[in-house]
């Protein structure tokens, strides 16, 4: 697919920006994460406008570039030329806590199988698992309403939200954000596990869940395990990682 190039027509700080959210598609593809073309992953661009970038609906995620994302305003307005055009149910979501969360630059949201599980089920997130006490220091649920276009969700899925950095979308599936790519990549990521290993502990019988303590203190563990960096200490490693399998990530 031939998309010109955007790199000598955007700062460098876009620029830099745009290789992350690519490269965090690109990932979420390589982790299997993907549901064909029909989840998101956006940034917020620097500047009083409050734009952001999202991908062009129609792009698997494996095809996703740099040049190729598509740069929206908060009415979802397109405000580049793009063959493709911006998923209505995506911009909605995205939208809604770009505009209620300053610190939320970066938001993922899946639909993942073990996501979608976990979503379904009325317990939501058990303290199961080491990966399963990190998401329950910070997670919200919001209810299912129907596929999510339409703008009078938003105040309830914004509330929902509140300061919370782990979403169960009910019967749907999961959102994480973050100050950067990196955090809300590595958000999702420990979300998933958490799901994941959900769904296999509940097929081999009774499960041991983790002390009410122990939960309530692992925000303080989150740092000394990252190094107090958040996504930054491991997303240089998977961008080696992509790096060495595709770079075409950055075109």
Known sequence: MNIPSLREQVGAEEWQLRCDL???????ALHGW??????????????????????PYGMLF????????????QEGNKLQQSPFPVNPAGFTIHSAVHEARE??????????????AVAAQQCGVLPISQQSTF????????????????????????????????????????LTVGPTVADAFLG???????????????????L????????????????VQTGGMGGAFVWPALIRKLDHVDPSYRA
């Not at 494996?62 to 190729?68: F, V």
């Not at 300061?163 to 599936?173: I, M, P, V």
């Not at 041991?208 to 563990?221: M, N, T, W, Y």
Request: hydrophobic residues 45%.
């Open 103 to 116: 610190d939320a630059h970066c938001v993922i949201h899946t639909h993942t199988r073990a996501g979608v």
């Open 208 to 223: 041991i869940e983790v002390r009410p303590a122990i939960v309530e203190g692992v925000a303080q563990a989150m740092k």
């Open 135 to 174: 998401v329950l220091a910070s997670l919200a649920y919001h209810d299912y309403e129907g596929v999510a276009f339409r703008a009078d969700e938003k105040p309830r899925l914004q509330a929902d939200l509140a300061d919370k950095n782990f979403l169960c979308l009910r019967n749907h599936g999961l």
């Open 62 to 73: 494996e095809e996703i570039t740099a040049s190729s994302l598509i740069r929206v305003d």
């Open 22 to 28: 690519a490269a965090a598609y690109r990932l979420v």
């Open 188 to 206: 999702m990521y420990v979300f998933e596990s958490a799901c994941q290993i959900q769904i296999a502990a509940q097929a081999g019988g009774a």
């Open 34 to 55: 993907s549901d064909l073309v029909f989840t998101h992953i956006s940034v917020r661009l620097p500047g009083p406008d409050r734009h952001f970038l999202i991908n």
